[in-house]
């Protein structure tokens, strides 16, 4: 649920308070409420008349085809609710998913909708908007129309002896017209004092209850919580794909062009010693002492690439001792607390390894900073990452940086990345991971 009702850029002159009364915000929640009842009496006529045939047809062959179409008016009308409150509260609802039969025809349509939790829903919308929308607007509109009256009674007070033949309006009558009526200026004053607190209440009263015609909407009329999280899982299962071929394109690269490439000057080199050596004895000897580092800086680069993938000590030791490792290896002093009761699932390790891993090298090549610290500890069934710096500042996750694809790893695990980097810094980068042991 999105709600915004803008914003301004100049301060206000008066108080919240005295401003809501009149702001538009007020007027457009008053008209939501005001427009609920007209709405809400044709559609609970509609959605009961086609139930009630629908049903009562159930013995003939129109019941099910009758039924299937009262529920696609209901979700007609769904979409104009969805629209009146996008509109008139700024709440963005987002659309259920589609009716679609396995098959083309009539009857593949009808089984869709009819199995379709999001139509009863619709359905069920239609029965229960009814009756809030007649208390809302009772309620909305005498509490309005009292206090506002009440507020403007100096104005219109001299109706009474004019018209009604008494002096103002009655606080307490007995049956032969004998009472205590509000004529004085200051009793006057009083009943308009009363009317302007009155007058002050009103706009929350309106936003309170156009609030749980938001919250109707969005429960009944927006997608259901099973179909966000299937959404959800469905869009971070491509991440993960993303991300696993990203993956395995940049060992292919650094494999072709890196050990790979190194490994066939080596053979070609150790071709041409072996040529030599029965010659130039002492020439091929230099060119096999050239080789021999060269398949030392060749089993280099396949230790850093093995560690890319997967460091041993992560595996051997956990943790800790591979952040420690990860730190040693970064441009600023950094330290390292851990405070782990246990090891979690291998996944999230190797995740929370990568992601420090790559904090790190932001802060090594960015931040300027003179110092970092590495922090690690498990909140209840949470992984906790917290890296920080005294550096520059300025590191934003939106800005499409390597922050942003760090979001989206920790996110297809159900992880959390909070950035808090104000420019001048300090900058501290929290993750947050399921620990799943």
């Known amino acids: 649920m999105a709600i915004d009702y803008g914003s301004r850029s100049r301060p206000h002159v008066l108080p919240l308070a005295l401003r809501a009364p009149v702001e538009g915000r007020m007027w457009r929640e008053f008209g939501y409420l005001l427009l609920s009842l007209p709405i809400g009496v044709a559609l609970f006529c509609y959605a009961v008349a086609m139930t009630a045939a629908g049903t009562g047809l159930l013995v003939t062959f129109l019941g099910i085809p009758l039924l299937a179409a009262s529920l696609a008016g209901c979700r007609a009308f769904g979409m104009l609710e969805r629209a009146r409150a996008r509109a008139l509260l700024g709440l963005d609802v987002a659309e259920p998913a589609q009716v679609r039969g396995r098959k083309s025809g009539l009857m593949s349509w009808v089984g869709a909708i009819l199995k379709s939790g999001a139509s009863w829903r619709h359905l069920l919308y239609a029965v229960v908007h009814l009756p809030w929308a007649v208390f809302a607007f009772v309620a909305s509109v005498t509490f309005w129309s009292v206090s506002w009256s ?74 259901s919580p099973l179909a966000n999280r299937v959404s959800e899982l469905e869009s971070d299962r491509g991440v993960v794909v993303d991300t696993a071929a990203a993956d395995l394109r940049r060992i292919e690269r650094d494999l072709h062009d890196g050990a790979q490439a190194r490994l066939v000057a080596l053979a070609m080199d150790l071709g041409l010693a072996k040529e030599k050596l029965a010659e130039d004895p002492r020439g091929a000897a230099v060119m096999v002492d050239e080789a021999h580092g060269e398949v030392k800086t060749a089993l280099q680069e396949l230790r850093d690439l093995a560690r890319g993938i997967h460091p041993a000590v992560l595996t051997d030791r956990g943790l800790d001792a591979a952040l420690s490792a990860v730190a040693s290896r970064c441009t600023v002093p950094v330290t390292v607390e851990a405070d782990l009761p246990a090891r979690p699932a291998p996944a999230i390790e190797g995740i929370a390894y990568f992601t420090v891993s790559e904090l790190l090298q932001n802060v090594s090549k960015h931040s300027r900073a003179r110092r970092a610290a590495v922090d690690v500890w498990r909140t209840r069934d949470r992984l906790m990452l917290q890296v920080s710096d005294d550096g520059v500042g300025g590191a934003d ?41």
């Open 150 to 223: 009440l507020f403007l009674y100096p104005l219109w007070q001299w109706v009474f002896p004019a018209h009604l033949e008494q002096p103002g309006i009655g606080i307490s009558m007995d049956g032969n017209g004998n009472g205590f009526y509000a004529d004085t200026p200051f009793e006057v004053a009083v009943v308009s004092v009363l009317g302007f607190l009155l007058v002050l209440v009103s706009p929350w009263l309106i936003r309170g209850l156009a609030g749980v015609g938001g919250l109707l909407v969005l429960g009944l009329l927006g997608p």
């Open 397 to 437: 996750a939106a800005a499409g940086s390597g922050l942003a694809g760090l979001t989206e790893r920790l996110d297809a695990v159900d992880g959390v990345l909070v950035v808090g980097s104000p420019a001048g810094g300090p900058t501290t980068v929290t993750a947050e991971l399921p620990w799943r042991g």
